[in-house]
């Protein structure tokens, strides 16, 4: 089973930057979508961006224009670039893929 581990996080004034990643413990190539999900404080995972095989992505409304996923097939690796960061943005933020188990997350905190 290909496990997931994402990093990156931590804190970031608004309207900073961040670029997490998500390694892969074997091939990527072969699942079908990527994705990142988010979960504040009290709220439920969301789904934030997801990018197939083919490279078609798809993002939440509150990300669009700020955040840009991007995947790496020979690096095993996924990203996510996060710009413009808001307190809203505030989470803990999940990478999964097809069929896989989640990662342990990390950590996202935008304050002042």
């Known amino acids: 089973q290909v496990q997931l581990v994402e990093s990156g996080g931590g804190l970031v004034q608004p309207g900073g930057s961040l670029r997490l990643s998500c390694v892969a413990s074997g091939s990527t190539f072969g699942i079908a979508v990527m994705a990142w999900y988010r979960q504040a404080p009290g709220k439920q995972r969301e789904l934030v961006a997801c990018m197939s095989r083919g490279g078609s992505t798809n993002y939440a409304d509150s990300v669009k224009g700020r955040f840009t996923i991007s995947r790496d097939n020979a690096k095993n690796t996924v990203y996510l670039q996060m710009n413009s960061l808001k307190p809203e943005d505030t989470a803990v933020y999940y990478c999964?893929?097809?069929?896989?188990?989640w990662g342990q997350g990390t950590q996202v905190t935008v304050s002042s």
């Open positions: 999964k893929g097809s069929g896989l188990s």
